[in-house]
């Protein structure tokens, strides 16, 4: 049962793929007291390196790994730059750079020869072009919501017009009940309303400051009475109403 689970757990070592992570090796023996610093791999249109390279000390020696990341199939050359050593001293040494050849396989399925090529890409796509269509459709959006809004306002009619209201004012003889009735102030600003529309006004102008002090003093009865007499008599004798 053991052997069976071994079997089927056990899988054969395979080339990486496109995209795969790929980890490049390499082993260095390192003198006492002597600090690593390596360099990582250049990017080209074949391939990215995926972080700085790790260093991981062992005894006598560093494991420098560097992440790389290849982006078309076949049998590529790399070139990783040899690490730099640097002594307390500050003596300091480059290595030499290796070459490591990796087998990057396909993640396309394998396809007859005479299946069809696959297309090439597409040239990107110019964003400053500019289309009128987006403003046509909003015109033509706006058209129809502002049409029905203008057959519905057309049928609402004119509007009418506004009429101006005349104010016709008390006549004497209506003072006269308003006055015995004990409405002397509005009797007074009735009387002085009445002046305003004489012709004659301009020649009479003391009486209207007569009029208008009596309407806001301390005036009795009897000469608010002899007041509206003397403007019942101004009025009449413009003829009343102008």
Known sequence: MRLLLLLLLWQPAQDPTVGDTVWITRTIQVPARTSVRPRPVESSEILDPLGPPDVVLQEGSVLLRYPIVFWHPGNHEVQVPGPILVRPDGWSDTLRATRERITVLSVLPDLPKDSVDPSPAVAPIDRRDRSGQPALVLMVLAGLVALPAYFWWNRRGPT?????????LPSPERLDRW?????????L???????LRSAAVDQ???????????????????????????????????????
Do not use: F, K, M, N
């Open 189 to 195: 600003d009735a009387w002085r309303d009445l002046l």
């Open 204 to 242: 009479r102008e003391s009486l209207l400051l007569r009029l208008e002090t009596a309407r806001y003093g301390d005036t009795s009865a009897d000469q608010v009475r002899d007041l509206c007499d003397e403007a019942r008599a101004v009025h009449e004798e413009v003829g009343g109403y102008l």
């Open 160 to 168: 009418p017009a506004r009429t101006t209201s005349i104010v016709t």
């Open 179 to 187: 006055l015995a009735a004990g409405e002397q102030r509005v009797v």
